[in-house]
């Protein structure tokens, strides 16, 4: 043979199978879903042939634990003995593609011609009985998992449809238990505009009540509250107290934004439902609304997505880039028509979901504009709603980040200073946006330099008396480049306030990542921290008006004094949550044994009476 010669590549079914299951599919009980898929196409094609034609489908049960059958039966399109040659012979070849591309749109569900393998992760054979709405003789297809298949015609012709006969294998019993059956076919199909009966020996019930009105119209959902919380609630298994409804302007993608009854994380999974051509296919739907919309949990109906084949998620396309902004439009102006009609459920909202709030409203000054009053912002005066915040009148400061705030906060707040902590995610953002949307409002970045204009400078006579303390206390501070300033500011209580430039926290931070880093890394960090200038110092101000400074500053005790600086320092350094580092830490320890050492032999001299 030379070496030109074209081999066919074999397919390992059972290698991809696992695969399927193991990877594609997120548990075997997806089987159920794509069976239901396959009839709901089924009925599909056949009502574009017979106008008019009233879908059904029935899942009967029968036998128990590893004896237990399961068949669904369709009344749809059936298949003739060449389709099934076509579409069941070949793995991923289905009939249901109008073009050659995966994620064009078509009028089906189905589309990549895998689905019915999913039935191997339940069933050692699938059996196939298929009958054509087109004519021809009724089928008999059998399908192994090594692949092979076997097709004969049967005697007598049955009526069209396709009945899917499937045998429990070991260890798939629960997935073939009535009342897993019965709850995963609601799941599923609570939308299919059908029934689906479900038989077992012993009853029989169809699993899809009637189809709510406000499926066709979400706008009357509004009327209908409790069916529509009772719903959300059998489909999402969460008992809600608020909705918002959805709809698109085709009319094509539409559902209910139920609100979440408890606080979300910015990191939770979204998890929305989407329904295809009214079946579910997508449980954890992550991309169908704008990153903001965190606070609901949505049942959606749509028939204009496509699903990957994971069925997890939809093709990012401009399809989906569309539906996802009109939806993210529905909830928000819902919410700004509560703004202006219904503040009080609005606020309910924005308690639990402020976070979700910001988000939208960084990303839109209209919303910002109106909800800005009720969003809650931490500030030197408390926690507070932005809208009371403008009405104390004041300028309000804003720190951009959270270690900034809690240097100032003391310092602001004894000085009557209104300062919000803009650290936290969007909070800056929106601080710095809100005179736009606020003409009254009067915001300013503050820096924690800025704040030290607020300090009293000493006195001459002060400056003289006080150059000897301050130069040892610099030069005590020197290696941990940080330069000593004395001052007086409010409040007394606060001994000293450590603060750093933009250059020395950026130093603090190399310092940290080289004592963690590898001798390599380390020696890179080392020259970069050699290139900064001195305006990586930080600064330490020390209070002329507290008390213990005071003595301290005019204490000569020269053995004493510079562990009480270096103590101030790490003290400072705590008190604005500063990360230590390992000397700093020492420095601290070493202090404190020194101070009880000295405490103790003092109380010795003293015969301890000293309180
Ligand atoms: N109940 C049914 N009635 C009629 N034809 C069916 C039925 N079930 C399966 N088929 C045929 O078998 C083909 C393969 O089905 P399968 O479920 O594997 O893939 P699919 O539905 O085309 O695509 P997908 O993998 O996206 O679900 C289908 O394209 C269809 O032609």
Redesign the pocket.
């Given at each position: 043979m030379s070496s030109a010669d074209p081999y066919r590549f074999q397919v390992n079914l059972s290698g991809m199978i696992d695969i399927l299951s193991n990877h594609l599919y997120s548990s075997p009980k997806v089987f159920l879903r794509?069976l239901m898929?396959?009839?709901t196409?089924?009925i599909t094609a056949r009502r574009k042939l017979e106008t008019g034609h009233k879908g059904s489908v029935m899942v009967e049960l029968s036998g128990d634990g590893s004896s237990a059958t399961m068949t669904v039966e369709?009344n749809?399109?059936?298949?003739t003995e060449e389709?099934i040659h076509e579409?069941?012979a070949m793995i991923g070849q289905?009939?249901?593609r109008d073009s050659d591309s995966l994620a064009a749109e078509t009028s089906f569900i189905?589309?990549?011609?895998?689905?019915?393998?999913s039935c191997f992760m339940v069933s050692d054979e699938i059996i196939m009985l298929?009958q054509s709405a087109k004519g021809g003789p009724a089928m008999e297809w059998r399908g192994k998992p090594d692949g092979t298949y076997t097709i004969r015609k049967l005697e007598t012709k049955l009526s069209p449809g396709?009945k899917v006969y499937l045998r429990c294998k070991p260890e798939a019993e629960m997935y073939f238990e009535p009342d897993e059956v019965g709850e995963k076919l609601f799941y599923y199909g609570a939308l299919l505009p059908y029934p689906i009966t479900l038989r077992t020996s012993d009853s029989s019930r169809v699993i899809n009540a009637e189809l709510p009105v406000w499926i066709e119209e979400p706008g009357l959902a509004r009327s209908r509250r409790q069916e529509v919380l009772q719903f959300g609630q059998r489909l999402l298994g969460e008992q809600f107290g608020d909705f918002i409804p959805l709809r698109t302007a085709s009319g094509r993608t539409g559902g209910i934004a139920y609100i979440l009854p408890h606080a979300v994380n910015l990191n939770a999974r979204r998890s929305n439902r989407v329904y295809l051509k009214q079946m579910l296919v997508s449980e954890k739907a992550e991309n169908v609304l704008p990153e903001w919309a965190f606070f609901v949990k949505c049942l959606i109906w749509t028939d204009e997505l496509q699903p990957t084949a994971s069925r997890e998620h939809f093709y990012e396309n401009e399809r989906l880039e569309q539906i996802r902004e009109e939806l993210g439009d529905s909830i928000r102006d819902e919410l700004l028509r509560m703004a202006e009609y219904d503040p009080d459920r609005l606020q309910a909202i924005i308690r639990l979901h402020a976070l979700s709030m910001k988000a939208l409203a960084v990303e839109d000054d209209a919303f910002f504009g109106l909800i800005y009053r009720w969003l809650p912002f931490e500030s030197t005066y408390g926690s507070m709603e932005l809208g009371a915040l403008v009405r104390e009148g004041q300028k309000i400061y804003y720190t951009f980040t959270v270690d900034e705030y809690r240097q100032i906060t003391h310092v602001a707040a004894a000085q009557s200073l209104l300062v919000v902590n803009g650290g936290y995610i969007y909070d800056g953002a929106l601080l710095s946006i809100l005179p736009q949307v606020c003409p009254e409002a009067d915001t300013e970045l503050l820096s924690v330099d800025d704040i030290s204009l607020s300090f009293v400078e000493l006195s001459s006579v002060e400056r003289n008396r006080y150059y000897d303390f301050l130069r040892m206390a610099d030069s005590v501070l020197q290696r941990f480049r940080c330069h000593v300033e004395l001052k007086r500011f409010k409040p007394a209580e606060l001994p000293a306030l450590y603060t750093l430039s933009k250059e020395s926290a950026a130093l603090r931070s190399l310092e940290a990542a080289e004592e963690k880093s590898t001798e390599l890394l380390s020696s890179v960090l080392k020259n970069l921290s050699a290139s900064l200038n001195e305006a990586a110092y930080a600064k330490l101000y020390f209070n002329l008006d507290n008390p213990m400074i005071a003595r301290i500053a005019d204490s000569s005790d020269k053995v004493m004094l510079p562990i009480a600086i270096e103590m101030l320092y790490v003290n400072a350094l705590m008190m604005g949550h500063y990360p230590m580092s390992r000397e700093e830490l020492a420095v601290l320890n070493k202090g404190i044994v020194r101070f009880i050492d000295w405490g103790l032999a003092k109380s010795a001299q003293t015969g301890g009476d000293d309180q």
């Open positions: 794509e898929q396959n009839a196409d089924a369709d749809g399109i059936g298949l389709e579409f069941l289905s009939s249901k189905g589309r990549f011609g895998i689905g019915l393998l298929t396709t």
